[in-house]
Every structure is written in C-alpha cells, then in structure tokens.
C-alpha cells in the first residue's frame, strides 16, 4: 500500500536513486517526471528552488486538485479555497493541512487568494503570516532554514548578512510579505 502523502527533498532523492550528486535543474525535472510517472502529483513546480522539499499525493487523492493549482500559481477564490474537498471543516485547520501540503494561500484581491507550491516549512510560514489568528515569534536562523531547505542537525545554522537579505528578498518575492524587521530584531511577531 502506498503512503497517502510523501515529502521528497530532491538532494537525497538523487542519492538514493543513484541519479549523481550535483543538484540541477534538469535532474530535478527527471525526478518529478519519475514521480508523476508513478502516478502521483506535486505542488511545487520544478522551476522552484532544487534544495527545497517538495510534497507529492497521489492523483486519487481529493487534495490532488489544488496542488495541481498550486503548482500552477492559480487564483483562485476565497471560497473555493474554504469549501475544498479532503480538508478539514475548521478554518485554522485548513491552512495547516494546506500548509502540510506545500500550499500558501496569499491573498491578492477582493475574495481573491493565489495558491504558490513551496515547500511544508515555507507554507507554514506564508500561511501563519497571511491567515494566523494567534501570533507567533519568527526568528532570523528560522526564516533562513526554511528558505534554504536546511535541516538543523544539532548545530546551529549561521546567520549572514548574506544569507538573511536573500531569504528576506525570496520570501517578499515569492509570498508578498516585508519581513525586513528581521534585519534589526532577533525574531518578530507574525
């Protein structure tokens, strides 16, 4: 039996599959094109950044539809997003189901929302921003991780002047959110 949902982060893909070890472009594409050979359907798009993780659901899946849509950068309604089949009934939990599924719902108009494919951390993040009841303290080393696909391993990610002006400028690009508080503060309230 297959699992319902699987996180793929496209580095050890490549090493598990023997595919090589240098990340591009092109091999990330012959990784979504193995995976939707299996049947199964991805919310980011292979033009996202490759160190990333991606989350695939297979076709049947209800949720399928709007990852399809989210890959594509659809806009969509408000409402369309609430009445969604395969997501909980409770608005807080829709979002982090969205968000477990590499989904950010940004709004962009009147009723209107844009569904990015990203990874689970990056959505959870865009999400927390744009649709959070409660808030929560974002931190420097937090936002860098998530935009770089790091993994704490029980060292403590650098946090450069470099590293923090491309996270800061991906994540305003990409979610349409001005986190420049980060420059000055340790972590702010999103």
Known sequence: ???RRKIVCPRRY?????LGKKLTRQRV???????RGTGRVCSSPVQAPPELERVWVRKSDPCAPIMDSAANRSIVSM?????AP???GDRRDRFHQLSRLGVAVVPVGDGQARLIGTSPHLAGIANQVHHGRRRRPLGRRELIESVYGLRPNGRRTSVT???LEHALSYFCSEFGSDLS?????ESVLI
């Open 86 to 88: 395969g997501l909980p």
């Open 14 to 18: 490549l090493h598990k599959a023997h």
């Open 79 to 83: 409402e369309a997003v609430e009445s």
């Open 161 to 163: 002047d470099q590293r």
């Open 1 to 3: 039996m297959m699992k």
């Open 29 to 35: 594409g012959h990784i979504h094109a193995r995976l």
């Open 181 to 185: 508080d980060l420059i000055n503060h």
